[in-house]
């Protein structure tokens, strides 16, 4: 998934790590974030939401809703963003989330991420916060770092 998605998206402008409604810090539901996209001539979003937000079950609604709202013309990736350790705040995206649509908690989509035994693609997020630290048991699963943040790095 990681690498497929990566070559799919290569040739498109679009965002990465943005918030809709699912999340608790986010204001408008994916429906508005396509449209403003589109508005700005982007072709994909990568909807990174909250996963303390989400309760058993709804990462599958979740998954499917940004494959409603797909169509030839846009692409809305699912997204999860982990706090992996609260004493730094540092948090992990998972993006892609096809290889968890089966599960009930996003607990066990951290466990599979720590095992290795996803295709998701994992990013640090916004290290800036948290001077650039990294958990030992995520430095060898993460594919990309975050390197700026509109929110934490400047407007």
């Not at 918030?19 to 608790?24: A, F, I, P, Q, R």
Request: net charge negative; glycine share 4%; charged share 30%.
């Amino acid at each position: 998934m990681r690498y497929a998605l990566c070559e799919f998206l290569c040739d498109m402008e679009g965002i990465f790590h943005v918030h809709s409604n699912y999340s608790s810090d986010g204001r408008l539901r994916l429906e508005e974030l396509k449209t403003e996209c589109l508005s700005r001539k982007l072709q994909f979003m990568v909807v990174t939401d909250h996963a303390e937000d989400f309760p058993p079950g709804k990462v599958k609604e979740f998954v499917n809703h940004c494959r409603e709202i797909s169509d030839e013309n846009f692409f809305a990736v699912p997204g999860l963003e982990f706090n992996v350790d609260k004493d730094h705040e540092v948090h992990l995206l998972v993006v892609g989330l096809e290889d968890f649509v089966s599960e009930d908690r996003t607990e066990e989509i951290l466990k599979k991420i720590r095992k290795g035994e996803t295709s998701a693609l994992t990013v640090m997020a916004h290290l800036s916060r948290s001077n650039h630290y990294i958990p030992t048991e995520y430095k060898n699963v993460i594919n990309a770092i975050e390197s700026w943040n509109t929110a934490y790095d400047s407007r």
